[in-house]
């Protein structure tokens, strides 16, 4: 398996709309070399057409990073991504059939977002390699949606088979305050330098 990223960018329409000239391409991949230093890409963007998503996967493949697809094995297929991203809705639809993930290239990284402890142990039956734990702190997205906070972030951790990375609210800052907890790293839509 690839070399697990510290960091993982999920992207965003609000955050990363797609370019619609050489121009704003290139100004998009300045702002994608620019991200922090060991950070890999999952690839949501769910409202466009999986043309368009495919046009954006191509460009993230150009940094050169860590690309997960969420939600898609034929795009990821067909990006030849690193991986797959299972939203928490189709990691328990996975679990619930008794599917393996023997049906994706061993090679590729399977993660999955989980919000809780049934979530939690989909990701153990599936074997993931990687899980989210979701939403650990208020978000700028959703600042009203209830969050786990370091106690059930930890339970979370702790129940898992697998690395676990915080997700929500999440920087440097609050990975390095959360650590205690035994994440493996963290993920954001939205990230700086600090």
């Given at each position: 398996m690839l070399h697990l990223p510290r960091r993982f960018y999920f992207t965003d329409e609000s955050t990363l709309p797609?370019?619609?000239?050489?121009?704003?391409?290139?100004?998009?991949?300045?702002?994608?070399?620019?991200?922090p230093k060991d950070t890999g890409i999952i690839l949501r963007h769910y409202s466009l057409s999986q043309h368009q998503r495919a046009r954006l996967g191509n460009i993230l493949?150009?940094?050169?990073?860590?690309?997960?697809?969420?939600?898609?094995?034929?795009l990821a297929r067909r990006l030849t991504a690193d991986g797959l991203h299972l939203p928490q809705w189709q990691l328990q639809s996975l679990a619930t059939a008794h599917a393996r993930l023997t049906q994706f290239p061993s090679q590729w990284?399977?993660?999955?977002?989980?919000?809780g402890l049934g979530a939690g142990a989909a990701a153990n039956r599936m074997k993931v390699?990687?899980?989210?734990?979701?939403?650990?702190?208020?978000?700028?997205?959703?600042?009203?949606?209830?969050?786990l906070g370091t106690i059930?972030?930890?339970?979370?951790?702790?129940?898992?088979?697998?690395?676990?990375?915080a997700l929500g609210g999440m920087n440097e800052k609050s990975f390095k305050q959360c650590r205690h907890t035994g994440i493996t790293g963290y993920g954001g839509i939205?990230?700086?330098?600090a």
């Open positions: 797609l370019p619609s000239s050489t121009e704003e391409e290139a100004r998009l991949l300045t702002k994608l070399h620019h991200l493949k150009k940094t050169g990073r860590v690309l997960l697809v969420a939600g898609d094995p034929q990284i399977i993660s999955a977002a989980i919000h390699d990687l899980a989210f734990a979701s939403p650990v702190r208020p978000t700028q997205s959703h600042p009203n949606a209830a969050h059930k972030l930890a339970h979370l951790v702790s129940q898992a088979q697998h690395p676990v990375y939205r990230f700086s330098a």
